[in-house]
Nanobody, 123 residues
Framework: QVQLVESGGGLVPAGGSLRLSCAASGGTFSSYAMGWFRQAPGKERDFVAAISWSGGTTYYADSVKGRFTISRDNAKNTVYLEMNSLKPEDTAVYYC????????????????WGQGTQVTVSS
């Protein structure tokens, strides 16, 4: 059974930075693309970024392009989300997920999810 555990969330002022981590266990991590999604209070869960199994291809939502960077270390079974120039509208619970089929921007393409980590950006 695949388990995903996010860490690195917190409270940061606007313009600040955070680095989220997602540690995977129980599966062949290096064989799968991984994604990050976020959900703000009262809103749907939205795609943020995704990375191919090798790390050679990345995808970003327009709202975070140029500010966020997704990366992975297959030797450590970990995927990262480096977030810079944070804005109050980035406030959300951030989830990592393991992609099992379909469009990487679609949450239904991911079968395994972490519990989420809260990111709060103060204005």
């Amino acid at each position: 059974q695949v388990q995903l555990v996010e860490s690195g969330g917190g409270l940061v002022p606007a313009g600040g930075s955070l680095r989220l981590s997602c540690a995977a266990s129980g599966g062949t991590f290096s064989s799968y693309a991984m994604g990050w999604f976020r959900q703000a209070p009262g809103k749907e869960r939205d795609f943020v970024a995704a990375i191919s199994w090798s790390g050679g291809t990345t995808y970003y939502a327009d709202s975070v392009k140029g500010r966020f960077t997704i990366s992975r270390d297959n030797a450590k079974n970990t995927v990262y989300l480096e977030m810079n120039s944070l804005k109050p509208e980035d406030t959300a619970v951030y989830y990592c997920a393991l992609h099992t089929g379909g469009s990487v921007t679609n949450e239904y393409a991911y079968a395994y999810w972490g519990q989420g980590t809260q990111v709060t950006v103060s204005s």
